[in-house]
């Protein structure tokens, strides 16, 4: 537990007048932030120490000229670790890269701590922070998403002392690591689109804590499975010719232990380890002792979870494999912002609720988009068990990074990647999105992948997408496709995912950032609406791509952001927008399904073929053409040639993908079945993409026979409805989705053809 904070000046003077700004919307938890010592937990749960003093809370600030010195005075109040453009911080103003931002506060050592040194750590602090204790500086960072700390036992006067911060964060401006952050109005206002507030200053939990002068700075704990052990590297300060010793140790009983140099790796037995996984996170305790002889000079508590994650073959397929199995991961988009706090959750519990969250819809796996959580929110994730990728922020859109920022960037993407290399959640590092900010997406995922071997590596999320190129390498082949969920198709090197699908729209009254302004991919038009097509995109997943080489999906996302209005839940975090036992059942078949999937659906390429209708009392139709639409008809023995002709199709290779199919008209060869507004009809191959595309169908296994999905429009299906022939979508809004019989009605049994 803390240590508590001692002595005169420990708070500002101020701090009784103090008060919150009003929130834009008010989640759960906005009313029950503490004013002194908001964000009390400890803050390092995979490196803990009984022994330490939370420095959150209100500071004195000011904000200068960004080329100013340290102010005379410090005229308001702020409430760390909330930044300046929050209403939680009770500064709640726009900042900009003109500005500097000054923290001040005092404290008192508790006269336990004597004899040990003092390290301030900071959990992130955006972007460019100084440190002065008692008017010497103590250290200078840079870095938006890392943790960083300094000995400040020099600076220590016995007394009162003294702390002053300065941050200098230029957001999109600037050539650093933003992510979504752009400098915009702090109030609600139209506008914005994907990109959101920006969080300028400290925005982590601030604390104090006593260390001996030999101590540990960080354990890297790596499950083997094969070796049935912990593999264990001890990270020190002032350790040199120091052993560590680790200790596994699971309900109070010693599992293994090992004793070695600091620095180099311990392998720790963990003989028929309990797997950890999103069924069953099951966490060890570890306990790390600093020795110096036999004498215990610095122990430090963590936790780990046995799991491992690799990609293999998997009935022929390329697939990401959990302890060796393959199971289908499905998550969403989790961009981690809040209306009252931005960057910062507002308690703990708020944290972990966006997780909960995922668990309770059913979700194994979350993206983390674009920004790097606090330590605690990887711990829920570990406890919880969810399945993480691991976004390193992007530099700004539409830029070519300079030298200098390359050079930052790739300096702070391995700082997050040693911060929380020990997280058995963590599966997957994504270099990059999008192509923002993107250079040597080769090189950089090769070396990512050398520097953390234990995980898989994302070159490029979205490489279809947007001006980004593909590197070619990495783990995964990754895709964005709106609404989706698209056809990915792995390749023999790299396993298919789809980085994000979804984005469907529904504004919930009340609840929005600014009313009326709220934007999606695709507007639903009621609860029910959106319910029927997200849980109708899942289906979609769990019949067609995921037969078909898919291994894990991203839905946009868990809830609505500022403008954006495609979240599961209201940016307030007050309305689950969809049916949460559905969307989990929806979610839990798509994962059965992956441990026994079903061979791919094979249609019989280069050769002729009839498809029959399959919807009761209709068994006698076949799909044909007629002056060029698509019908069914009666076809028999007696029917005439040209009704047997324009009743036959030709199985060839999808036009626009390799792993669907086209189907050429038996006497009209050159011409094939596509959809156009809707309307299924034959016509000619004009050679563009769009016609390739609206005449590529996917095969998916149907109750007696084949249902054949649109290549570009997946989730739709060919259907027949009085006789026409349409593309149809599970719960849409036109006449031909009608919901009466639509899966009879999209399932077509091939049969030999009516004219060889």
Request: aromatic share 10%.
């Amino acid at each position: 537990m803390s240590t508590a904070l001692v002595g005169i000046g420990s708070v500002p003077a101020g701090a009784a007048s103090w008060a919150p700004k009003p929130s834009p919307m008010t989640t759960p938890w906005t009313g029950q932030v503490p004013v002194d010592k908001p964000l009390p937990e400890y803050p390092r749960p995979q490196l803990t120490r009984p022994d330490w003093a939370n420095l959150n809370g209100i500071w004195d600030f000011a904000v200068t000229g960004r080329d100013a010195g340290q102010p005379s005075s410090f005229p308001d109040q702020i409430r760390v670790p909330f930044v300046a453009e929050s209403a939680l911080s009770g500064i709640q103003r726009k900042i900009t890269e003109n500005d500097k931002l000054w923290y001040k506060r005092t404290f008192t050592v508790p006269a336990d701590w004597n004899g040990r040194r003092v390290e301030l750590n900071f959990g992130a602090s955006d972007w460019q922070t100084t440190v002065w204790v008692n008017g010497t500086q103590a250290g200078a960072h840079k870095g938006g998403y890392d943790s960083f700390a300094y000995d400040i036992t020099p600076q220590l006067n016995g007394g009162t002392n003294t702390v002053v911060v300065s941050v200098y964060d230029p957001t999109q401006t600037g050539g650093q690591a933003v992510g979504k952050q752009r400098i915009n109005d702090v109030q609600p206002h139209s506008g914005g689109g994907i990109f959101y507030t920006a969080a300028s200053g400290i925005w982590q939990t601030v604390w104090l804590e006593p260390v001996a002068t030999a101590h540990i700075t960080r354990l890297d704990m790596t499950p083997d499975l094969g070796a049935g052990a912990l593999r264990v590297k001890v990270q020190g300060a002032s350790a040199a010719g120091r052993s560590a010793r680790i200790t596994v140790s699971s309900g109070g009983n010693v599992v293994g232990t090992a004793t070695g140099n600091v620095g180099s790796e311990l392998s720790v037995p963990v003989p028929n380890a309990h797997l950890w996984s999103p069924e069953d996170p099951f966490l060890y305790d570890v306990k790390a002792e600093l020795l110096d002889g036999s004498a215990v000079t610095d122990s430090a508590g963590s936790y780990a979870g046995m799991r491992s994650i690799a990609v293999a073959k998997v009935d022929g397929v390329l697939r990401p494999v959990l302890n060796g199995k393959f199971v289908f991961q499905t998550g969403t988009l989790d961009q981690g912002y809040w209306p009252d706090g931005i960057y910062t959750a507002p308690t703990d519990a708020a944290l972990k609720s966006d997780l909960q969250a995922h668990k309770d819809l059913g979700f194994n796996m979350v993206r983390k988009h674009i920004k790097v959580e606090p330590q605690r929110w990887f711990y829920w994730a570990d406890k919880l068990g969810l399945l993480v990728w691991q976004d390193m922020p992007a530099m700004d859109t539409g830029k070519s990074p300079d030298a200098a920022a390359r050079t930052q960037w790739e300096a702070e993407y391995h700082a997050v990647i040693d911060q929380h290399r020990s997280s058995p959640a963590l599966v997957m590092w994504v270099d990059q999105n999008e192509g923002w900010g993107q250079y040597d997406q080769a090189r950089i995922a090769d070396e990512v992948k050398a520097y953390d071997p234990s995980r898989l590596v994302n070159n490029m999320s979205g490489v279809n997408c947007c001006g980004s190129v593909d590197g070619g390498n990495g783990d995964v082949i990754d895709n964005h496709v709106y609404v989706g969920p698209g056809n990915t198709a792995p390749t023999a090197t790299r396993a298919a995912v789809l980085g994000e699908f979804g984005g469907l729209g529904y504004k919930v009254p009340g609840h929005e950032w600014f009313p009326g302004g709220g934007f999606s991919y695709e507007d639903q038009a009621s609860v029910a609406a959106l319910n029927n097509r997200f849980v109708g995109l899942l289906d979609s997943i769990r019949v067609g791509q995921l037969p078909a080489g898919l291994s894990a999906s991203v839905y946009t996302e868990i809830t609505d952001v500022e403008n954006e209005a495609n979240g599961l839940l209201t940016y307030d975090r007050q309305v689950v927008k969809v049916d949460v036992a559905r969307v989990k059942a929806a979610n839990q078949a798509l994962i059965n399904a992956s441990k026994n999937p079903a061979p791919p659906v094979a249609l019989p390429t280069g050769q002729y073929t009839s498809l029959r209708v399959t919807t009761p009392e209709y068994t006698d139709r076949y799909l044909r053409h007629q002056d060029s639409l698509a019908f069914t008809a009666v076809v028999d023995g007696a029917s005439d040639g040209l009704l047997k002709s324009d009743s036959t199709w030709k199985v060839v290779t999808g036009l626009a993908n390799g792993n669907c199919y086209s189907l050429e008209s038996r006497n009209y060869p050159g011409e094939y079945l596509r959809h156009q507004n809707f309307r299924v009809r034959r016509d000619a191959d004009d050679g563009s993409a769009l016609f390739k595309a609206d005449a590529t169908w996917c095969a998916v296994a149907g109750t007696g026979g084949v249902r054949l999905s649109s290549a570009n429009l997946p989730g739709s299906y060919l259907r027949h409805i009085d006789s026409e022939v349409w593309l149809a979508m599970p719960g849409g809004t036109h006449t031909w989705d009608n919901p009466a019989t639509f899966t009879e009605d999209t399932t077509w049994a091939v049969e030999a053809p009516w004219a060889p």
